[in-house]
């Protein structure tokens, strides 16, 4: 059984503040998501990641798939009130059709 | 180009009755993936379609039930509702909905969901 597992589950930082999120599995993923969902909404897709130990940046944002594509993180840099949110990460399911297995999510609120 | 659109946002329903929801997905999509999010369990995927054939289920019981339409359109079923249903639902459209080895056309964008109360 494909799983991935978020830590932490909440974080509560101050503004300027740097924070990571991990994302961990024991099974392999042919590449995986980092995705952000506000209250009410659904959620958005931030980034994808295929390559072992690539590296994607997105302005304060820096995403790292692992070299054995079994784990990725999530780094910001001098977080911002509006990054508050629930960051996910997810990968393709086994099947090979249109499912994406998502970890538990984690609980970001960043105080001004 | 317009985003995945859910209808309704909101219902609620009383147990034993059952709902049915609707998504449109983005225009050329004929991939729609349905998933169940509660506080507990996260986001779990239930079923998906293309071209009018459910390819893949998610381990849910058959009280959930979903089809295609021709235009891609999708619409999700639960019957005999129980409290436990309580959940925001959520679809999600793709170009090809093939999510081993990823393109970009496998990339799942959601709609805003439908948030389920059973009482």
């Known amino acids: 059984t494909q799983l991935l597992e978020q830590s932490p589950q909440f974080l509560s930082i101050q503004e300027g503040e740097n924070l990571t999120v991990y994302c961990n599995s024991s099974?392999?993923?042919?590449?995986l998501q980092w995705y952000r969902q506000e209250p009410g909404e659904g959620p958005v897709l931030l980034v994808t990641v295929v390559t072992g130990g690539e590296v994607k940046k997105l302005k304060r944002l820096t995403f790292q798939f692992g070299d054995a594509r079994k784990d990725s993180s999530l780094h910001i840099t001098a977080a911002q009130p509006g990054d508050t949110g629930l960051y996910l990460c997810a990968g393709p399911g086994s099947s090979n059709t249109g499912k994406l297995i998502f970890g538990q999510g984690t609980t970001l609120q960043v105080k001004p | 180009k317009a985003g995945v659109t859910q209808t309704p946002r909101y219902l609620i329903k009383t147990r034993g009755q059952q709902v049915t929801l609707s998504c449109s997905p983005i225009s050329g999509h004929r991939s729609v993936s349905w998933y169940q999010q509660t506080p507990g369990q996260g986001l779990q995927f239930l079923f998906e379609?293309?071209?009018?054939?459910?390819?893949n289920k998610g381990n849910f019981p058959g009280r959930f039930s979903g089809r295609q339409f021709s235009n891609s359109r999708s619409e999700m079923n639960v019957s005999t509702l129980e409290l436990g249903d309580s959940a925001l639902y959520l679809c999600a459209s793709s170009l090809s909905g093939l999510a081993g080895f990823y393109t970009s056309t496998d990339t799942q964008y959601f709609g805003p969901g439908t948030r389920l109360t059973v009482l």
């Open positions: 379609y293309f071209s009018e054939t459910q390819r």
């Open positions: 099974s392999v993923f042919s590449s």
